[in-house]
């Protein structure tokens, strides 16, 4: 990436170019900015949008801000493939960061702010599939999105509108927000005849507790590893994933803290001291006793082990057949949305034929 620049659009003098980082080059020329803002007009449904011209290439996010339109604008040399990019950098994190200068722009905070943004966007490296996962459980506006769209079917107005009325969410860029939902493969939209364009769930996302992939670590006393094995099976042999699922604890205890899903994620590898265990938690002494009690860690003699790895899994979502039924008699949806689900929904046997779930 080349620079980022920040457009104003004025309805009587059209692009004026507000500030750029790095400052040291010309703005490019008045007219490219009049190319990308028509094609923004052609593409009102998308937000970002992407232009070349000759050697360079131009992603354009447009914000609307107490009343005004901006665009901001990253500069590419064709070289470093555009595309490419858009895959590895999350358009969420596109969008946050937008929003975030726009908001800045008439502030003294604004020449930093870009400064920073430039090397935040230059020096992403995309993240691991967990914790893109780990996203919808942590991100408001993805979770409830998520809740929603168990529901069955719903039209991209109706998304909008009930996350606005319903949850307050009163600035929510669709596009941008779905875009992780089309990545991990959950959605899919449709045209459906007679209705507006519709979202649908046809993979859902949980998350579950399962013993870990090693139990023969190596500890200075070999009777800790057989207590250790002893307490696994007999845990997992009564445990009940439905009450845990029902009352929340996977994500209120792990997926909620960052500290704690490194916790598990090194535990993985290697066992730890305690001392090591609370420096990750950031000696939150109350937080290492919850998880020793809620049996996610095991500690023995100053050792501590993983007890229960923390594990997404993906899913056909059958249960919406039912809520698809009850809606159709309500007159909630039409026949065709209701005949849509349920064809895209039996399509996926075809694409998972043997397990309906994956264990990420």
Same mark, same amino acid.
């Not at 354009?60 to 914000?63: K, L």
């Not at 920073?116 to 893109?132: G, H």
């Not at 859902?204 to 094995?229: A, W």
């Not at 006793?289 to 003699?301: D, S």
């Given at each position: 990436m080349e620079r980022i620049i920040i457009i104003h659009w004025s309805s009587q003098t059209g692009p004026e170019p507000i500030i750029q980082y790095p400052p040291e080059k010309p703005f490019p020329a008045k007219d490219i900015f009049l190319k990308i803002w028509a094609k923004h007009e052609l593409n009102k449904e998308n937000s970002m949008i992407t232009y070349e011209e000759s050697e360079n290439g131009f992603i354009?996010? %447009?914000?609307q801000f107490e009343g005004e339109i901006w665009m901001v604008i990253l500069v590419y040399s064709q070289k470093d493939m555009i595309e490419h990019f858009l895959i590895e950098v999350s358009p969420d994190i596109l969008a946050i960061i937008s929003r975030n200068l726009v908001e800045l722009i008439n502030t003294n905070k604004i020449t930093r702010a870009i400064s920073? @943004?430039?090397? *935040? +966007?230059?020096?992403?490296?995309?993240?691991?599939? =967990?914790?893109?996962l780990i996203n919808f459980f942590q991100d408001k506006i993805k979770f409830t999105i998520l809740q929603i769209l168990r529901n069955g079917v719903i039209s991209k107005s109706k998304l909008t509108?009930?996350?606005?009325h319903d949850y307050g969410f009163s600035t929510v860029n669709i596009d941008l927000i779905l875009?992780? $939902?089309f990545r991990e493969s959950l959605i899919v939209k449709q045209n459906v005849p007679g209705s507006e364009e519709c979202y649908f769930l046809v993979i859902?996302?949980?998350? *579950?507790? +399962?013993?870990? #992939?090693?139990?023969? %670590?190596?500890?200075?006393?070999?009777?800790? %590893?057989?207590?250790?094995?002893e307490n696994i099976k007999n845990f997992y042999f009564d445990y009940d994933k439905i009450i845990e699922v029902e009352s929340k604890t996977i994500i209120q205890t792990i997926l909620l803290d960052k500290d704690v $899903? *490194?916790?598990i994620k090194t535990l993985r590898e290697r066992n730890l001291s305690v001392n090591e265990c609370l420096n %990750?938690? #950031? #000696?939150? =002494?109350?937080? $290492? #006793? =919850?998880?020793?009690?809620?049996? $996610?860690?095991?500690? @023995?003699?100053?050792?501590v082990f993983i007890f229960s790895d923390v594990r997404f899994i993906k899913f056909i979502p059958y249960y919406i057949i039912e809520k698809l039924i009850e809606r159709y008699r309500n007159q909630d +949806?039409?026949?065709?949305?209701?005949? *849509?689900?349920?064809?895209?929904?039996?399509?996926q046997l075809d694409i998972h034929p043997f397990l309906d779930y994956e264990i990420v």
């Open positions: 354009s996010i %447009i914000q920073e @943004a430039y090397n *935040t +966007i230059k020096n992403y490296s995309k993240l691991d599939r =967990e914790e893109n509108n009930k996350l606005r875009t992780s $939902f859902d996302l949980s998350c *579950t507790r +399962i013993p870990p #992939n090693n139990l023969t %670590i190596d500890p200075l006393d070999t009777n800790i %590893i057989k207590k250790y094995q $899903f *490194t916790l %990750i938690l #950031n #000696n939150k =002494e109350g937080l $290492f #006793n =919850e998880l020793l009690n809620k049996k $996610f860690i095991y500690e @023995a003699k100053g050792l +949806i039409s026949l065709n949305e209701y005949l *849509t689900h349920l064809k895209l929904l039996t399509e």
